[in-house]
């Protein structure tokens, strides 16, 4: 087995500052998880939230002032400090492209390290063109984080009982460590456990019994773990790691997540090049079958310029 350089680790960033956060609304109850979310990061790496509203047609100004009022109760829990700014666009209706750049613009104008957002289906229309997230993931070179909620009744509770961060790329990177740290970083959580797997996709021809005695996935094992180790040691968290094989990675992962009584799932992705797909197929497939509110983290990249 070889041995990581020591220079790996060091390269790895393992906190947030505590530079801006920018949480594009919509004032829809759905994007109570995304809020939830961006104030725990904000309380944890003592950021402001900047929060920012573009303006449409035939808006509910009630609907609006009770989302308003909870945000104002849950910030002064937390003390976190926050802003809410609204931009008009001069459309009537702004299309998909448009709330994006806003978004994006805003990101770049304040200096945000992070947006923070719910994903959630739009409207047959706005479907044609692809969903805002998914837009302001491929234009931002920020840290950017989708709050993917299976159905509007899911949460998460203010003191989960289980996170699983599920890993399925070899590469190491500290986003969901520190979102599973910020998420239990007060009082009311002392006693999540924070499960780390391993993802293995098996052959079909593999038989499970098999696994335990793979010298291959021993020496996987052997890495993760010391990957595990950095993470505890870095954010004092207790970390429990576990190579999980899976024939079927969506639904595998979703009768693990079952099986632990998993609050949250995070997940890390890349963020796509080109015209590659936003999330890999096992990707999706994990988002779109699990049964708890899927936290997919992107992180910062400098982007190319395009020839025109």
Request: charged share 25%.
């Amino acid at each position: 087995m070889t041995a990581r350089k020591p220079s790996e680790a060091s390269k790895i960033e393992w906190s947030w500052d505590d530079s801006p956060i920018l949480m594009p609304l919509a004032f829809e109850s759905r994007e109570w998880n995304a809020v939830y979310i961006a104030f725990f990061l904000a309380e944890y790496s003592g950021s402001q939230i900047y929060m920012i509203h573009v303006k449409s047609v035939n808006e509910d100004q009630d609907k609006v002032k009770t989302f308003l009022n909870r945000i104002e109760a849950f910030a002064s829990a937390l003390k976190v400090k926050y802003t809410v700014t609204e931009i008009d666009t001069g459309r009537k209706e702004p299309s998909v492209s448009d709330i994006a750049k806003e978004i994006v613009s805003a990101s770049e104008r304040l200096d945000c390290q992070a947006i923070i957002m719910a994903a959630h289906r739009e409207s047959f229309f706005r479907e044609l063109f692809g969903r805002i997230s998914d837009r302001v993931v491929r234009d931002s070179k920020r840290t950017v984080l989708l709050v993917e909620s299976p159905h509007p009744g899911v949460t998460i509770p203010l003191a989960p009982s289980k996170i699983l961060i599920p890993i399925m790329r070899d590469k190491h990177d500290a986003s969901p460590y520190i979102v599973a740290a910020a998420l239990t970083s007060t009082a009311s959580a002392p006693n999540t456990e924070l499960v780390v797997a391993r993802v293995v996709t098996l052959p079909l021809t593999t038989p499970l019994d098999a696994v335990d005695f793979s010298k291959s996935l021993g020496e996987l094992e052997q890495r993760f773990s010391n990957e595990v180790a950095d993470s505890i040691k870095s954010l004092g968290r207790l970390f429990i790691p576990k190579i999980l094989p899976v024939r079927e990675v969506g639904e595998d992962l979703k009768g693990y997540a079952q099986e632990i009584g998993a609050d949250a799932m995070i997940l890390w992705s890349d963020k796509p090049s080109g015209f590659h797909k936003l999330l890999t197929r096992d990707e999706y497939e994990v988002v779109k079958r699990t049964p708890c509110v899927v936290i997919v983290a992107f992180p910062k990249r400098k982007l190319t310029k395009e020839p025109t």
